[in-house]
């Protein structure tokens, strides 16, 4: 469920308030405020709005000597590592490759070798 965050004060709604995405009772994409489903707009609008609403990230990102759980680069382990904010940090993070917990990562693992292989039915490989 993806959040946004109003940027601009609106008439019924201030700056800074959450809203979530979530479908209408005749499956339209809409986004309301999490404490109230009088103001909503449709998705639509707000991906095509950057200046009145960002989206709010609330991945998992470790302090500075926190630990943390990624997929191994070869795919066959699940490792611990230290954050440090250095370049390797920053770019599994970029990725999508840092998790809170050890069964977080695994099941990551799980669904990147299902991506993989998948994709290469969709090649033709055996």
Not at 24 to 51: A, T
Not at 90 to 116: D, S
């Amino acid at each position: 469920m993806k959040k946004y965050k109003l940027l601009k004060d609106m008439p019924a709604v201030k700056a800074g308030r959450i809203f979530i995405q979530r479908k209408d009772g005749e499956g339209i994409e809409i986004v309301s405020p999490v404490d109230n489903v009088w103001s909503e707009f449709h998705h639509v609008d707000i991906i095509q709005s950057p200046d009145w609403f960002e989206i709010v990230n609330d991945r998992f990102k470790p302090e500075r000597g926190g630990k943390y759980f990624i997929v191994d680069v070869n795919g066959a382990s699940i490792r611990v590592s230290t954050w440090n904010d250095d370049p390797c940090d920053v770019g599994r993070y970029e990725w999508g490759n840092v998790f809170e917990t050890q069964a977080q990562a695994e099941k990551a693992h799980v669904r990147i070798k299902r991506a993989l292989l998948d994709y290469h039915l969709e090649l033709g490989d055996k």
